[in-house]
């Protein structure tokens, strides 16, 4: 026996790389430089019982619902846990994409999409940034799903509020996933343009990147508690353990821990910016923990070769087009990640020396 034709076609999602060096300044994958709230360890600390690790979790996670639905202003059931939003991702595709169906996504963007295409045995549809990338240059007509993360991830943009409510309506009954992974770090999200209760949108967010969780494998979405009803079928039953649980209900109790970290890290995201700007990057304005840079007179390889050999890690990204209008094919730039301002300033050090 062997597997399906499309595995054995398929290349697989590759991550950033994980280094283990302690030494290493780590701006590669978007974890936030800063430690999750204290009441998170001691959340697992008391949720580390044997009794509590030999019975299964609560299967929607109950508790987690109900502190997320109270600091966000919104139904229990209108959410569902995931291990990841990764995870929810993965249940979006499986409860909507039949094989050889078509999945619709942004490029350049999160290339975890087309990899669920391929392993549901359904087509990819690139679509294309117009030249700000406040808008896609082309609706994704026939699409069983369409996901659209905002802020985009490699250029930390979002779309316009008008072009979002454009997609959503133009596309109904068609689904619109909102990957949310970055909103936390943006001015406006589509919880609060109202989106969430528009009848074909899922939005999905992290704990990765602004509850500073990576480790712990936890995300959610938010849609109509009838849709959230559908997508529970799907699902693994305990697809989150108990120690996922206990951290991220915890985390996000604690919204004023959550407020100091996001400040820091907005405020050394525009310094980022500006600095980068100086050294003769070209830097698109983010909405998110990363920003992305280019530069018309070297290649950016090199530079992160170069980094790389001083213990920086950043990532180098390349893509067969860029937005509409650009004449770089492909395209490329580096996507380097907030860090502390100690980091940063390292990081600005060694380009100096470097450009
Ligand atoms: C990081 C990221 C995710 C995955 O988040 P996890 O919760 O760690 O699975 C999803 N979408 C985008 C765009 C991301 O950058």
Redesign the pocket.
Known sequence: MTVRANIRAMKGYTPGEQLNDPGIIKLNT?ENPYPPSPRVVEAIQAALTANNLRKYPQPLGDQFRHAAAAVLGIDPDAILIGN???DLLTILTRAYVPEGGIVASPTPS?VLYQSLAEIQGAQYQPLRFQADWSRLAEMPAAADITFL?NPN?PSGTVVSADFLKELVHQLEPRPVVL?E??ADFADSNGLQQGLAQAPNVIITR????SYAL?GIRF?FAIARPALVRELIKVKDSYNCDVLSLAAATAAIQDQGYFHDIRSKILATRERMVRELTALGFEVTPSRANFVWCRRRDRDVRAIYEELKRRQILVRYMSYPIGPMGSPDEPYTGLRISVGTDAEIDRLLRELQAIV
């Open positions: 978007n990841g939003s990764d999160y993360p991830s990957d992974a970055y992290s704990f990765s990147k990576a995300g």
